[in-house]
């Protein structure tokens, strides 16, 4: 019985985090996505379709503080708003392909110095939101591809490819700012 | 460099992100009254997330009470009159609270457990059209589409079709009573709440429900109306 009475509350307690995030957050996220798509009634779908991720992933969201889950939302809502933002304009959605010609390989990069670190940090920040946002559900939030694909509504390919592209990016910016001294493969 | 070490460097940095590294939308915040369409779409959505994170034991345990209370109360009944049958469902196994109903499907042993078939209503009632995104929570077992007002003015209509296993909707029975119907020629049961109306029936396979601010016989018509979706 004692398990039982532990299921129901976990049970009440992701009810409650979900209906708490949901209240904590919903007016910054319904601003975020109207700041990208100028449109009331599209940002509330935007903000509908972030929750509707994350109820997908309630038992990872389950493990974020405050602050990660509320960072989560705004990147999940962020994508959630120019999807619409895309439909809206009529475009077919694209389906990016790989022919895995734009491999960038790297050598002997002396990544310990505190200073390469922050070049690279703020590398990250300047990235488009698609390829940064895709980076900070892999690293920061630990997420699978296919997790990362269903928080921004797209396809496990589409994930695995923006990902790839995000650090290839990556890679070519580093060599441009002559952050190592080895060559490029 | 190989492609881990790039991995572990790049997890490294991210993970020292602070909160101001994320694109929070700053300046001054302006109000925003949502929609009432809106927020009915997120109550329907927490309601989903309370059902599909019950744990499977204690949907059991719960089942197992229900089935010996509505077994007793099938007894106490058949002992009593015929008339006060009738409301009882084959279907359908409600679990009666002192201010709500949780109706749950007592035959989903060997219904579907994913939309191999989908359902919708071919007749609409007048003044309402199908909203532009329908909602789809497939994971979640249920497919729900929405009707709106063409005029903007009122309430939407609902459409859902349900997973048996994952159907357990909390209904308002304080002073009102499920009642037995039938649609389609399915066992279904129908609340009427003021001027809400909800209607849910089995059709074999699935828990159909819609449920709307228009009349009953309006509603009635639509539900009657439902024909699997042809591929």
Not at chain 2, 81 to 88: E, H, I
Not at chain 2, 107 to 116: K, L, R, V
């Given at each position: 019985m004692l398990g039982v009475y532990l299921a129901m509350l976990n049970t009440d307690a992701q009810k409650q985090r979900f209906e708490t995030l949901y209240h904590q957050n919903k007016s910054l996220m319904f601003q975020t996505a109207c700041r990208i798509l100028n449109n009331k009634q599209n940002a509330e779908d935007a903000v509908h379709d972030a929750f509707v991720s994350a109820a997908k992933q309630i038992d990872k969201v389950m493990t974020m503080s405050d602050v990660q889950a509320r960072n989560y939302l705004i990147i999940v809502v962020r994508n959630a708003a120019y999807r619409i933002y895309n439909q809206c304009k009529m475009e077919s959605p694209v389906e990016e392909v790989y022919d895995g010609s734009d491999n960038v390989h790297m050598v002997e990069?002396?990544?310990?110095t505190k200073d390469f670190r922050e070049k690279l940090r703020r590398l990250i920040l300047a990235m488009d939101d698609k390829y940064k946002d895709v980076l900070i559900l892999k690293y920061?939030?630990?997420?699978q591809d296919q997790e990362i694909a269903q928080a921004l509504g797209i396809t496990l390919e589409n994930a695995k490819i923006r990902l790839h592209r995000a650090k290839n990016i990556l890679k070519k910016q580093i060599i441009e700012e002559g952050l190592y001294d080895g060559e490029t493969v | 460099m190989t492609e881990k070490q790039f991995d572990q460097m790049l997890a490294s940095v991210i993970l020292e992100?602070?909160?101001?590294?994320?694109a929070i939308p700053a300046g001054c915040f302006v109000p925003h009254v949502f929609s009432r369409r809106f927020e009915r779409k997120m109550k329907k959505l927490l309601r989903t997330v309370e059902h599909s994170q019950q744990p499977k034991r204690r949907i059991s345990l719960r089942r197992a009470v229900t089935v010996a209370i509505v077994a007793a109360a099938f007894l106490s009944a058949a002992a009593l009159?015929?008339?006060?049958?009738?409301?009882?469902f084959q279907y359908f196994l409600p679990e009666v609270f002192t201010t709500h109903s949780i109706v749950r499907s007592s035959?989903?042993?060997?219904?579907?457990?994913?939309?191999?078939e989908q359902y919708v209503p071919v007749y609409v009632a007048q003044g309402f059209g199908l909203t532009r995104r329908p909602l789809v929570i497939e994971n979640r077992g249920v497919l729900s589409y929405t009707y709106e007002p063409c005029d903007g003015e009122g309430r939407e209509i609902s459409f859902c079709q349900y997973l048996k296993a994952d159907y357990a909707p909390n209904l308002n029975t304080e002073n009102h009573e499920l009642e037995k119907i039938t649609v389609q020629g399915y066992e279904g049961f129908k609340l009427v709440i003021r001027e809400h109306v909800y209607i849910a029936w089995d059709n074999g396979d699935y828990i159909l429900e819609i449920d709307g601010f228009i009349s009953e016989n309006e509603l009635m018509k639509m539900a009657e109306s439902v024909q699997k979706v042809e591929k």
């Open positions: 990069l002396d990544v310990e920061f939030y630990s997420m | 992100f602070d909160d101001d590294d994320f009159t015929t008339g006060a049958m009738d409301n009882l035959n989903d042993m060997f219904a579907p457990t994913s939309f191999e």
